[in-house]
Structures are given as structure tokens and as C-alpha cells.
């Protein structure tokens, strides 16, 4: 069991939940006083041992159902192998036979829904998985096409009608109500399908091939720039809570800055106790300031979708810093920052595509005429305060670079920050000038998720 706690932590680890070594005893010492019997119990034991935040739960669930599913015995495997054998023609049932077998499957399983009785539901889902998904050893198929298979084979509508015919009777309110329930219990019986169909596929493959085969990214761990759409309206959806989380983060960050600037008068009139020895060095109060942020923001291709998150985040944690000003470029150069008026900041990202002057040539990525018009025009949005931020992937299709242009921008400025959404593996492939202009910037950061953006304007000073 220590054994299979061990490579469930390094799973999870791997999916992205952050588990601690104390954490991990904490989990041996729960499974000590733990029946093991009880799946349920071992759940939420190990959940409330290993995952400290809800984002974590449906990655430790899933990986949990995986690493914990309930084993059969050999006997029972034989058992279930023999029975789900193709028939003999001698045994054969007629077709009229097995309509009547799956008529009455229907029914059993509608009984024990509408029963509530879980273990003969988890029976029903057995036989079903048994009967109807033809898992065949060795053979590379996902647990998904089983379950399609069997649902659609199990005749569940019949089984919804069945546990919806009563209903006729009831109230709006009444009717409503009982249609949850219904579509629960029918969730709750393709669960148990689901389950039994990964048990036997574990049986078949073992745990650790199953576990990758299944391993999903988390969503702060997701590629911002290979996202398909779903994932990416679930990324918009996050921003909102996480930088209310970062905003609380940053703020706390600088209320515990001990130290200000060297109080030198302090320092003489103390020392004159020791001779005039300044052993007790004394400062002055800490004064923390917020960062002044200009924001230059690639808005070509498909390095538009990282620029769009950056600027909604940094956006919806305008308050933390003292200024922000944004301006996004492909060959020419436009400010946006007077989008971010707008109370949903999704509009305002809609707004920059549509309304913001981007294009001064062909319409193609050109970092060097990009800086040039940038200097010319909005010189005076850099100061000795401010941190530029570079938004990009640097590619400016063999361009001139401009390097000497940058550096100049880049003197203006407290700190310059490259952040680009491309593996670091391509920065110096095919058309990137990333060399050219990392020269002159304090830091160049591959960001291609939240993970690393969250990380990234955390460490802003």
C-alpha cells in the first residue's frame, strides 16, 4: 500500500497538484487508521491530506479512480471472460431471445435507479460492460469509445423514459425537480460504467499506462498558443478569480517589505553608546510603491492569444500598480489602453482586434518598424519608473531588427522584461531575432501558460 501511495503521489505531482513530503506522511499515517475496505473513506481521507485547493480536486479524483479502483480476483476475471466469450451456434440465443434478454436488462436497470440501491446499480453496470463494450486484451483503444459503446448499446433512453413516466402528474415546480433527479441518477449509473469499463482496461494494461494514457493538463498548465476553443474560453473564465488571488498576493507581498532605505541619522545618534561604532543600524520606515508598467503587446498570428490573456490579466490587476499603458503592434503601433475603460474586459480585448491600428505596412509581424514607430510616437509613456514589457515571439520574417532602436527605448526605463509563448528550443530557428534584442532586456522568460505568467508578474518589482 506505502508502494502505491508513493507512485499515486508522483502521479499527482505530475499532473500538476503540488504535494509536499509532509504531505505525503500525512497521507501514510491516515491510511493507518483507515479501513481500506472503504474506497469513500480512503478518498477523502487522502483528499483532505494531499489537495489544499479546490482547483486540484478533479485531478486528484481522477487520478484516485485510477490508482484505487477495485480489483478482481483472478477467479472473478476467468469468470467474467468465460461469460462475455462469443457463444457457440449450439447455445446461440434466437433474436427474438436476446430482444427479451435486453428488455429486461432495461428494466433491471431502471429498478435499481429508481431504487437507489448503489450496489445492484454497480451490478447492472458490471453486466452491462460485460455484455455490451467487447474489451478486447491488448487492444489500444481508450476508455471513451467503450463507454460510447455500451451507453449506446444499454438502450439508456428507454431506461430514462421508464424512470420519467410517473411524472406526468406532478407540478411544474414538482416535474422540474424530478427531471434533476433523474438526470443525477443517470450520471451517477454512467459513472459506475465508466468505472467498471477502467477497472478491466487496469486489469488489461496495468495502472501506469493507463494513468498516462488518461493524464490530462491542469488548467493553469495549458498551452496557451495550442489551446483549442473550449480551453481557451475556460482560461478567460479563470482570470477573473485569479488575479483577485494575485491582487490579495501582491498587495501582502508589499505590506511585508521590512526594510526601507538606510536612516543614516538614526544610525550616528545609536552608535554614539558604542563609541561611535554604528552597531545597531537603524532604517526608515518602509515605503512600498507599485510598479509602473508599459506593455508592448505582438498581436500577429497566433502569438495574438498569449497577448490577449497577458493584457486581461495585468488589466484586472490594474489597482496594484501605479500605472499601466498598453500598446499592441504587428508592423505599426497603437495604444489601447483607453479599451480597458470597459467593465468586461473580454470587450476590450475584442475591441483591440476590431478598433486598434495595428498595420502601417503589409500587414506582417515586423519588430524593428514596430519599435521605430513606437519611439517616434509614444517616447514619452517610458520613464525612469516604469518596467517595459515585451509581449512576443520575436519572429519579424527576416526584417531588419532594429536592435540599436530598442536599446535606445530600453535606456528610458527601469527594467525591460521579454515574455515569449514559444519554447525556448525555437527562440534562435528560422526567422527569430530574439538574440538581437535580448541583449539589452534585464530578463527573457518563456510564458506559454498561467502557471508561468502568474509566476512571472508575481516577481515584479
Not at 494494461?205 to 493553469?220: F, K, Y
Not at 521605430?372 to 517616447?379: C, E, I, K, P, S
Not at 515569449?420 to 527573457?444: F, H, I, K, M, R
Request: proline share 4%; glycine share 4%; net charge negative.
Amino acid at each position: 500500500m506505502l508502494e502505491l501511495l508513493s507512485g499515486f503521489v508522483a502521479e499527482l505531482r505530475t499532473a500538476g497538484v503540488p504535494v509536499s513530503m509532509g504531505e505525503h506522511v500525512d497521507a501514510a499515517h491516515a491510511l493507518s487508521v483507515i479501513d481500506l475496505g472503504d474506497r469513500d473513506a480512503m478518498r477523502l481521507g487522502l483528499r483532505a491530506a494531499l489537495v489544499k485547493r479546490s482547483d486540484y480536486q478533479a485531478a486528484f479524483d481522477r487520478t484516485f479512480a485510477l490508482y484505487f479502483a477495485t480489483r478482481r480476483t483472478p477467479d472473478e476475471i476467468a469468470t467474467t471472460q468465460t461469460a462475455s466469450a462469443p457463444e457457440s451456434p449450439e447455445t446461440s440465443t434466437t433474436p427474438s431471445e436476446r430482444s427479451a434478454s435486453g428488455s429486461e436488462m432495461v428494466q433491471q436497470i431502471a429498478d435499481a435507479i429508481a431504487s437507489g440501491n448503489l450496489r445492484d446499480q454497480r451490478e447492472m453496470a458490471s453486466l452491462a460492460v460485460d455484455r455490451f463494450a467487447g474489451i478486447e486484451a491488448g487492444r489500444p483503444v481508450g476508455a471513451a469509445y467503450y463507454l460510447y459503446r455500451t451507453m449506446r448499446q444499454l438502450r439508456i433512453d428507454e431506461v430514462e423514459a421508464q424512470l420519467r413516466s410517473g411524472h406526468e402528474v406532478l407540478s411544474p415546480l414538482e416535474q422540474r425537480i424530478a427531471d434533476e433527479v433523474v438526470t443525477d441518477q443517470l450520471a451517477q449509473f454512467r459513472e459506475f460504467v465508466e468505472g467498471e469499463i477502467m477497472e478491466q482496461l487496469i486489469e488489461d494494461r496495468g495502472v501506469a499506462e493507463m494513468v498516462a494514457a488518461s493524464r490530462t493538463s491542469m488548467l493553469e498548465d495549458i498551452d496557451v498558443m495550442q489551446a483549442n476553443r473550449d480551453e481557451l474560453e475556460r482560461l478567460e473564465r479563470a482570470l477573473v478569480p485569479l488575479s483577485r488571488k494575485m491582487a490579495a498576493r501582491l498587495a501582502q507581498k508589499r505590506r511585508r517589505r521590512r526594510r526601507g532605505p538606510l536612516d543614516m541619522r538614526r544610525t550616528m545618534r545609536e552608535s554614539l553608546s558604542t563609541g561611535g561604532v554604528p552597531i545597531d543600524v537603524r532604517f526608515r520606515p518602509p515605503h512600498p510603491t507599485k510598479p509602473e508598467l508599459v506593455i508592448l503587446a505582438d498581436m500577429s498570428g497566433s502569438v495574438a492569444s498569449f497577448a490577449r490573456f497577458t493584457l486581461l490579466l495585468v488589466h484586472a490587476l490594474n489597482n496594484e500598480f501605479s500605472k499601466v499603458r498598453s500598446f499592441v503592434f504587428v508592423d505599426g503601433v497603437d495604444e489601447v489602453t483607453q479599451f480597458f475603460d470597459e467593465d468586461d474586459p473580454t470587450v476590450a480585448a475584442d475591441r483591440i482586434v476590431s478598433e486598434a491600428n495595428m498595420i502601417a505596412a503589409d500587414g506582417h509581424s515586423d519588430y524593428g518598424l514596430a519599435f521605430t514607430h513606437f519611439a517616434a510616437r509614444y517616447l514619452d509613456a517610458l520613464s525612469p519608473r516604469a518596467t517595459l514589457l515585451v509581449l512576443g515571439d520575436a519572429r519579424s520574417n527576416y526584417h531588419p531588427a532594429c536592435a540599436d532602436t530598442f536599446d535606445a527605448l530600453t535606456r528610458k526605463v527601469r527594467r525591460t522584461y521579454w515574455l515569449n509563448p514559444e519554447p525556448q528550443s525555437y527562440w534562435e530557428s528560422g526567422d527569430s531575432v530574439l538574440s538581437q534584442y535580448a541583449t539589452y532586456c534585464d530578463d527573457v522568460f518563456e510564458c506559454r501558460t498561467l502557471r508561468q505568467l502568474e509566476a512571472f508578474v508575481m516577481g515584479l518589482k
